[in-house]
Nanobody
Framework: QVQPVESGGGLVQAGGSLRLSCAAS????????MGWYRQAPGKQRELVAE???????NYADSVKGRFTISRDNAKNMAYLQMNSLKPEDTGVYYC????????????WGQGTQVTVSS
């Protein structure tokens, strides 16, 4: 099992920035992908950004050019730098980790709240 733990959420005004961090612990040797999802009130959880493997990142169209995902494989950490935040970015942000060994599985953190005021 892998346990992702998020930190860095909070309240920020529109146009501001936040940086989220995710620390993965447990059976980390099998980690393949790391990423971020979010869920706004009354909406489904959606992909924000992910690095499925290697260094190539995928982003939701709504955050391209504003958010940047990065990984530190040596520390089993993932980060999400969020700039030019908008009220519609408000939601609970979840770190997710995908393992390829010993099983193919996806693990979720508890989430961290991000609130962007207008």
């Amino acid at each position: 099992q892998v346990q992702p733990v998020e930190s860095g959420g909070g309240l920020v005004q529109a146009g501001g920035s936040l940086r989220l961090s995710c620390a993965a612990s447990g059976r980390i040797s099998g980690i393949r992908g790391m990423g971020w999802y979010r869920q706004a009130p009354g909406k489904q959880r959606e992909l924000v950004a992910e690095i499925p493997s290697g260094t190539v990142a995928n982003y939701a169209d709504s955050v391209k050019g504003r958010f940047t995902i990065s990984r530190d494989n040596a520390k089993n950490m993932a980060y999400l730098q969020m700039n030019s935040l908008k009220p519609e970015d408000t939601g609970v942000y979840y770190c997710t980790v995908v393992t390829s060994w010993p099983t193919i599985a996806r693990y979720w953190g508890q989430g961290t709240q991000v609130t962007v005021s207008s």
